[in-house]
Structure formats: C-alpha cells, structure tokens
C-alpha cells in the first residue's frame, strides 16, 4: 500500500515543480498578493488633505490652524475664499476635508460661549471620511480644552476684582489605547489574511485540476485497472498538495515577518498544527470538486466559484458581524472564517490553543466529513 | 481456473434506455488472440470497460483470470493489463519515469524491475530514450511503450481497446507482431478494431453490431460461411443482413 501511495506522491511532486507553468502557479500568486496586501491596500490614513476656509480672521482661528498643521495627520493643502471653492475642491477631489472656521469664532471664545467649526468630510470612501472626521474632531476637541481651562484661570484671576466666581471645571480625557495593533496598520490584519487565502486557492486548485487532468487525458481510466485502491489514491494525490500548503505557509509568514514586519506573537507550532486542518478541508474540497467536474476549465471555474463567496464570507476584509444574520449563520460552514480567526489570534493576540480549540476542532470537523463525503464519491467506475 | 481467459455469458449493459451491450455470450481460451470487430459505437468499448472493471454490468456475467468483474474487480486488476485508444501516458513524465511508476503501481517485485524495465524498453524500441519526456515521442512509439508499461506485471490477459488508432501503416503492422509474441508466450490477448487488416490477424473474431454480437469465428469459417472473399465484404454483408433482419 505504501509503496503505491509513494509512487503516487513522487509522480505528482515531479509533474508539478517541473512545469514551468505550474511552478508559476505555487510562487505567482502569494507573491502578488502579498504585494498588493502589503503595500498597495492601505486603509490607513496618514497626511489627509484639507483645504482651510478662515472666515473669522482672528487669532484664535490662526491658533487653530497651527494645531492642524502641527499635527502630522493633516497637512493642509489650500485656503478657500468662498462657498463655491468648498465645492470645487471637493468636486475636484483635492482634498479628503474642508475645515470651515465661521465668523463670530474668537468672539464665541472669548465670552466662553460655544464656538462653531465646520469640518466637510468628503464621504465618496466611507473608511476614510469616518477616520477624517474623527481625527479632526480629536483636534478641535483639544484645542477646546485648551481654551477652556485658559478661560477658567482667566476668571480665576479675575476673582480679585469681584466678578462672579466659576468653579474649576473637572475635564475628562479619553485616552483610547488599542490593544494587538496599537498603530492600527492595516497590513497587520492583512498579511496574516493573506496566508488564509492563499493556502485555500493553492491547495485547492492543484488537488481539482490534478486530479481533473488525469481524467482529461485518460491516464486516470489506466490508474483506474491498476490494482491500486481509492483510498491510495486519494492519499498519494492530496498528501503532495498539503506539503506544497505547508511550504507556503511558511514563505508568507516568513515574507509577512521579515519584509512587512508583521509580529508572530503567539506560537508558530499551533500555527502549523491547525493549518493541518485546514488544509484538510481544502483537499476535500478540491477532492469534491474533482468529483463533480470532467474537465481542467470546469475544474477551474468551479474552484472559482467556490473560493469567491468563501473569501467574501470569510472575514478578510468585511467583518462578519456587519452581515444580515442568515449569511451569519452561513460563515459557520466556511473553512476560511475560522482559520481566518485562528491566524489573526495567534499573529496578532498571540493566543493559544485554550482560546482558540473552538475554531480548530470547527476545522477538523469540517475538514474530516468533507473528505470523507469526497472519498465516498470518489470510486474506481467509470458510471 | 477454467480452461477460458474469459467466459461471458448474457451480458448487458444498458446506459438509461440506450442498450449499449445487448446479451453477448462469448469464450476466450488462453493464449487466444480475440477480435471485436463493429463500427464505432456497437458496444466494443464499452464490453471491454466492463471486463476491466470500469464499468459494472447491467445483467449478465463476466469472469475474467477467474474472478468475476461485478464481485472481485480489484482481483480481475492484478490479472490483466489495459491498453486504450489514448496511449494513456504521463507526457510530463520522461519514458524511464513512465515505466518506474507503472512498476510501482503494479507492484512488480523489486527485484524483476529492472528487467521487466529493459523488457518494456526493448520491445518499445526506446532503449537510449530513457530520459526523452514522452510528449515529445511519435504516435507509434508512444503506443508502444503504452503497451509496454500495461503489461510490465506480466499479466495473463490483455485488453487493447483501438490500440492502433491514428498510428502509421508500418506502426501498426509492427505493433501487431508484438501482439503475436505476447500470443505466443501464452498471454490472451483481447483486441478491438475497426480495421479489416487487422482482422485477419485474429485467431477468432466476435463481429459486434449495435451492441449485439451477430457472428462468431475464425476469419476463415466467417468468411466460408458467407462465401466471401475478404473480410470487409464479410462485414458489410452480415451488416447488412443485420439490417433486413431487424426491419
């Protein structure tokens, strides 16, 4: 039995690494998208662009303006002069924000009444303007502060020459701290998805059209009056694939570690362990869709279909607690979700296996009936 | 085992409505070469599928080395070797590769191997292309080295299904004297075709028609039985007689 399963799994790692073209296929794929997730697919915002609309023209408006500026969040691009610019520059695209001092604004200060300043976000890419919109709030609202306790000392002082007495106001800071990500890079979150993604496409995709491409060119109706039994088969057809998985496992985490800095905080040993599982779900249902397919361009448009919803669902980039409750329900049945949170915790939390057996056995479950639905399918008849 | 290679007794096999194999009883000794002769689609194909455990009988029964297809197909496996029209071969695979993996797959013996490689190389004329990747042989040598590695496990019996489709004149009458050596070191060999050439190279021929078997014989009885000089007028005759029949 052995002997036949190895002859299997050498045949196939030879067809494999020797194609150029399938040897394109193993390094092509991580490389883009670890480039396109690493550097290309930023959601970070960093240097907005603001135009500035000063119609005050006091000392206070210009204080406001050195705190914008200051910051290294903004960098401010234009002063506009009328309503009709506000639009122009936003029509235009020129800018993420306008900030829109209205007049009245040092006088408001002065007397300790509220002051107005307009901020219009352009809202064409929701991400941006919700991250604009609160930074900018975060400025104006220590620039307030500022104001305020100089307001109170003022009447403090003033006390002397017996004007109505205000209590020091007790001022609440927020100072939110963001726990696994303190700089929120967005790469941290998606590096490790792409791991996720990958290992899915690759294995996926070589176990179907590996499989699909024997029936195809009728080698597999030979194997098929070999005295070599399914289950051998199957073995010596999936174990290749789950060997090339684990290598590019590895490669991601080595490219996402040393080249985009992406922390591995939990253990890489668990990390390899429940992969395993994963892929054994991703050879079953390779398994299952060579089951159902007679040629490589099915084969292929099948895993297409299947990995699109699968990626969609799976919490790479669309968080799944956003989804309708029925398509809720729905991720339950997919693979790539609780890998996806199992890769997250252990790169990011650096958690192990106490908080994360629940996705794990999820995967082993899964993975298991998958390919034992497949191997069931998978007969030595041709009807 | 019995004196026959194969013993095929009401075979049937229907695909929904359409009957592919309609009742053909037939025996086949050892060291026999046997033809099944018929136009395309008269259920050749598909009644050696059945013999080689591909497909499973609708009726009927097929004992094949002994063991019977629909119970013991695995068995009927380690007996025969099996050769169809595509010259099923692994064409990013070099020829020493090709036949290292057959080996293995039959499980021939570690220490036959080489010889039965050198056996494989020899017959397929292939010695010194060990290394050549197998897409890049001609038709007729791949065929050869098909046949080749379908019988590295010598086994007693051999299905050729159309072995000789789209190879040259000269390839196919070289590929027959291969067919002879194998007959005359005792193998059976079981061979469909649609050339009448080829037909008279048989020691008995079955002739298939729309899944029936509608004559029986050695060329010689076929064609005295009918008075005909060749076997082609031999066929279109019982064809057409065939025909009128069924009207």
């Known amino acids: ?383 | 085992m019995s004196e026959f290679s194969v013993v095929i007794e009401h075979l049937t096999k229907r695909f929904g409505t359409f009957v592919a194999v309609d009742n053909v009883t037939l025996n086949v000794g050892k060291g026999e070469i046997f033809g099944f002769l018929g136009p395309n689609g008269a259920g050749k194909s598909t009644t050696i599928r059945i013999l080689c455990g591909l497909l499973a009988p609708t009726s009927g029964k097929a004992i094949v080395a002994g063991y019977n297809v629909a119970s013991d197909p695995e068995l009927v496996r380690a007996n025969i070797g099996y050769m169809s029209q595509r010259f099923s071969l692994y064409d990013d695979l070099t020829v020493a590769e090709n036949i290292d993996f057959f080996s293995g797959i039959y499980g021939v013996a570690k220490d036959k191997r080489p010889i039965r490689k050198q056996y494989a190389l020899d017959m397929s004329g292939l010695v010194g292309r060990e290394d050549s990747m197998t897409r890049t042989l001609p038709g007729g040598l791949k065929q050869r080295l098909a046949l080749g590695c379908a019988i590295l496990h010598e086994p007693p019996i051999i299905f050729l299904d159309e072995p000789t489709s789209g190879v040259d004149p000269i390839a196919r009458r070289s590929f027959w004297d291969l067919i002879y050596q194998l007959s005359e070191a005792g193998q059976t060999v079981f061979v469909t075709t649609h050339y009448m050439d080829e037909a008279e190279y048989c020691h008995r021929l079955a002739l298939m028609y729309k899944g029936k078997m509608i004559s029986l014989g050695t060329p010689a009885e076929l064609k005295q039985a009918l008075g005909k000089g060749s076997m082609e007028e031999v066929f279109v005759e019982s064809i057409e007689r065939e025909e009128a029949a069924s009207v």
């Open chain 1, 1 to 383: 039995m052995w002997e036949r399963i190895r002859e299997m799994i050498i045949k196939e790692l030879k067809q494999t690494l020797r194609e150029p073209k399938m040897r394109a296929t193993l390094i092509m794929p991580p490389l883009i998208q670890l480039l396109v997730f690493g550097y290309a697919v930023n959601l970070d915002v960093e240097h907005a662009k603001l135009a500035w609309m000063d119609q005050d023209r006091s000392i206070e408006s210009r204080e406001l303006l050195e705190q914008f500026t200051g910051s290294a969040r903004f960098t401010v691009v234009r002063f506009l002069e009328s309503e009709q610019d506000t639009h122009l520059t936003h029509d235009r695209s020129e800018v993420e924000g306008v900030v829109r001092i209205l007049p009245g604004f040092a006088a408001d200060i002065a007397r300790g009444r509220a002051a107005s300043v307009q901020v219009l976000v352009d809202g064409t890419n929701s991400n941006t303007a919700s991250i604009v919109s609160t930074q900018c709030t975060q400025v104006i609202r220590q620039f307030s502060a500022k104001k305020l306790e100089k307001l109170q000392r003022q009447k403090l002082v003033g006390r002397a020459v017996d004007r109505p007495l205000f209590a020091p106001l007790p001022t609440l800071t927020i100072e939110p701290r963001v726990w696994f990500n303190p700089e929120l890079r967005s790469r941290n979150y998606f590096v490790p998805g792409v791991l996720v993604n990958i290992i899915m496409l690759v294995t996926l995709s070589l176990t179907s059209m590996a499989i699909v491409r024997e029936k195809e060119i009728g080698t597999m109706e030979q194997l098929m009056v070999t005295p070599i039994r399914p289950i051998e088969l199957i073995i010596g057809k999936t174990l290749p694939f789950a060997a090339i998985g684990m290598i590019q496992l590895l490669f991601i985490t080595m490219v996402g570690m040393l080249v985009f800095q992406v922390p591995l905080n939990g253990s890489p040993g668990l990390l390899v362990f429940s992969s395993l599982f994963f892929i054994e779900c991703t050879l079953g249902l390779g398994l299952f869709i060579s089951t159902i397919s007679n040629t490589q361009q099915q084969a292929m448009m099948t895993t297409l279909f299947v990995f699109q919803p699968m990626f969609m669902l799976s919490g790479f980039s669309f968080p799944i607690r956003n989804m309708p409750e029925i398509v809720q329900w729905v991720t339950y049945l997919n693979p790539m979700r609780y890998f996806m949170e199992v890769v997250r915790g252990i790169f990011l939390k650096g958690v192990g296996i106490e908080i994360l057996w629940p996705q794990i056995l999820a995967l082993a479950v899964l993975g298991t009936t998958i390919l034992a639905i497949s191997a069931m399918r998978f007969r030595k008849r041709l009807d």
